[in-house]
């Protein structure tokens, strides 16, 4: 407040008319208030809305007094005020003084004996006074009304669920986020209490928890699985408030919540993928070490099963544990696959030429009970994948189609290129083009409570005897491998859909693969060295090479293939070396030998995972690898394919 010399300079005549200055955004309402409470005839009210208006008025006219509808610090600048000789006092509305503090000035500019004030007639300072006390009043009204609407828009556009119950637990209030949560309108659930959101999934004793902490005074925070009403489960990361009154008694709850239901099945999918991962780890570790004493059993019978006479009686009994070792190797295989460790011969392939091959066998798999249909579509993009995974894929799938189906029904493969972007993809494929197989059965469904073990090996809900559990393991393995995805959806008596999501791949023909002609005689006369370090396994190796014919060199590991090699003076045709071995990996051997013998051919044999071969030197998987575990009579072959080819590219070379 200012003017200090103000009586000293505002002395005017009895009966003029009192000058107020008003600086408001909306002077209408305190204007006419002023008006009304002082009248017309001894109050002049002059109004601007804006400071630089308010300066420039005070620098040309005299007032008596200054009221602005804000606070001193709202004030840019009072400096023009003093450097005039009009220096008048001021009000600010929105100032904390008391109201006593604020009569006293406006005693100071109205009521003095100068202004003629007399006891019978009515007093204009406390008009005044009462015209600011009523424009406080309905200012501060206001501002509650408006603050009670931002609050109430704040609930009411809140993404989160908000309810308000009594003391009772009785619903009183939703805001429109739990409806479209919920499913529920607000007139079904008003008068009704929170138990009508119960889930048979979430166990009682939470609710019970619940309730003590809340009914005791103090505010619950926890996770809760509620109903909606078409009876799906949701799960809320949810708090309750207790609201008290003014005595400190508790009147209402109030209970907010964020539904946290994707991210939950987000995290039960990652969780579900590293163990998957993990299991595949395992997998592929147990049939690495299984392979090497399979390939012991196996070459041991094919030895003596060679051994044997025609007649022998034991050759039935020999042949049934060579047998046995095969089927066991098929077992090593499909882990191998679900573990994404099986070795590859990827080409660029046209899946729908692909599925018409395999759709000639299938009939002969499912039974003539079973409707297949084949719906390929259009212009489909090529991927890049082993048409061997391929065809295990759609096999596995249609087998397990069958069993779905025990009295017949109908298996749908169909085939489409698909685009997904950021608005479209789901949460287990991310954007991308794609090729789309769809495997669809009218079977039994799978219950819910086993979708989320399918793939895990072993994993079977069939009796025993009737199924490993691993093809769909196996499936899901080569799915990976390849930078697939799969996804499953099935309703008990509504059959099962796979649908599996292969990354599209761009380019003008698909590759054939170029078939050799097998050998007519697995025998031969050439050197070989073979570098083995699990001794078994080299034993029967060396046996029924050297049985074929061949002069074999054997060493357990790579540095004592190179003492070998260089001991020996005679050629080394062939090098027959596990990948993974002790102090030095088979590629490496294969590079340090190469300078030493430049015409020496080399063949690759392992039972360890892609990744961990391709880690240990650059391998050609078609012509150069054998994966363990294989039989005596695959080895002999592979060794004269890679031999054959050599002289027969020599002599080319010679004649040209």
């Keep these: 407040m200012l003017g200090r010399t103000y009586l000293e300079r505002t002395q005017q005549p009895c009966g003029r008319s009192m000058q107020l200055l008003l600086l408001s955004d909306q002077p209408a309402r305190l204007r006419d208030l002023l008006l009304r409470e002082a009248g017309e005839k001894t109050l002049h ?193 949810k708090s309750i408030t207790p609201l008290r009154d003014s005595c400190g008694e508790i009147t209402h709850f109030i209970s907010t919540g964020r539904d946290i239901t994707n991210q939950r099945r987000l995290e039960s999918q990652l969780q579900q993928a590293q163990k998957m991962d993990a299991i595949g780890r395992l997998a592929g570790g147990v049939a690495h070490d299984f392979n090497n004493l399979l390939m012991v059993i ?74 297949l249909e084949f719906v390929p579509g259009g212009n489909l993009d090529k991927v890049k994948a082993d048409p061997v995974q391929i065809e295990q894929i759609v096999m596995n799938l249609a087998a397990n189609a069958r069993d779905a189906m025990p009295a017949g029904g109908k298996l749908t493969i169909e085939t489409n290129n698909l685009h997904l972007d950021e608005a479209q993809h789901q949460s287990v494929v991310p954007p991308g083009d794609y090729v789309l197989l769809s495997v669809t059965d009218s079977g039994a469904g799978i219950p819910k409570e086993h979708l989320a073990h399918i793939f895990e090996p072993f994993y079977t809900t069939k009796d025993n005897g009737k199924g490993t559990g691993l093809g769909l393991a196996t499936v899901y393995g080569i799915v990976k491998q390849n930078g697939g995805f799969i996804w499953v959806y099935s309703e008990p008596g509504l059959g099962t859909t796979f649908k599996i999501y292969l990354p599209s791949a761009q380019s003008a023909n698909p590759q054939v693969p170029i078939k050799t002609a097998a050998p007519k005689s697995v025998e031969g006369c050439e050197t070989l060295l073979l570098v083995e370090d699990e001794s078994a396994v080299r034993e029967s190796t060396r046996e029924f090479l050297a049985h074929k014919g061949y002069t074999v060199l054997e060493a357990c590991n790579g540095e004592e293939a190179l003492r070998v090699s260089r001991e020996y003076c005679g050629p080394i045709d062939l090098m027959i070396s596990d990948v993974v071995m002790p102090q030095m990996s088979g590629p490496n051997l294969a590079e340090r030998l190469a300078a030493e013998r430049p015409n020496m051919k080399v063949l690759f044999i392992s039972g360890y995972a892609e990744n961990t071969i391709l880690r240990h030197g650059k391998i050609e998987p078609t012509a150069r690898l054998l994966q363990k575990p294989f039989g005596l009579n695959a080895l002999a072959v592979k060794i004269r394919e890679l031999l054959d080819t050599h002289k027969r590219t020599r002599s080319a070379t010679t004649s040209a």
């Design 45 to 237: 009210v002059h109004c601007v809305r804006l400071w630089q208006e308010a300066c420039d008025c005070l620098l040309r006219h005299k007032y008596d007094l200054l009221l602005v509808d804000g606070r001193p610090g709202d004030c840019p600048s009072l400096q023009p005020l003093w450097e005039s000789s009009r220096v008048i006092p001021i009000i600010f509305l929105k100032d904390n003084r008391n109201t006593l503090e604020t009569r006293t000035l406006l005693q100071s500019v109205f009521c003095n004996a100068v202004r003629g004030c007399h006891p019978a007639t009515s007093c204009l300072a406390i008009a005044v006074l009462d015209a600011l006390d009523c424009y406080r009043r309905e200012k501060q009204q206001q501002n509650s009304e408006e603050m009670l609407h931002k609050l109430r828009l704040t609930v009411e556009q809140s993404p989160d669920p908000v309810m308000i119950t009594d003391r009772s637990c009785v619903l009183e209030y939703v805001n429109p986020a739990f409806e479209a949560l919920t499913g529920y309108c607000k007139e079904e659930v008003v008068g009704q209490t929170l138990g009508l959101l119960k889930s048979e999934e979430q166990p009682g004793e939470l609710y019970e928890e619940m309730w003590d902490t809340v009914l005791s005074g103090n505010a619950f925070h926890g996770i809760v699985m509620n109903r909606k009403k078409n009876g799906e489960t949701f799960i809320l990361e």
């Design 298 to 371: 196996s070459a041991y019978a094919e030895l003596t099963l060679d051994a044997l006479a025609g007649d022998h009686p034991a050759r039935e009994k020999v042949g049934e544990i060579v047998n046995a070792s095969r089927r066991a190797a098929d077992l090593t295989r499909q882990l191998l696959a679900f573990g994404r460790k099986q070795m590859q011969s990827l080409q660029l392939l046209d899946l729908n030429s692909i599925l018409l091959q395999i759709g000639k066998m299938l009939p002969h798999l499912i039974g003539e009970d079973i409707h």
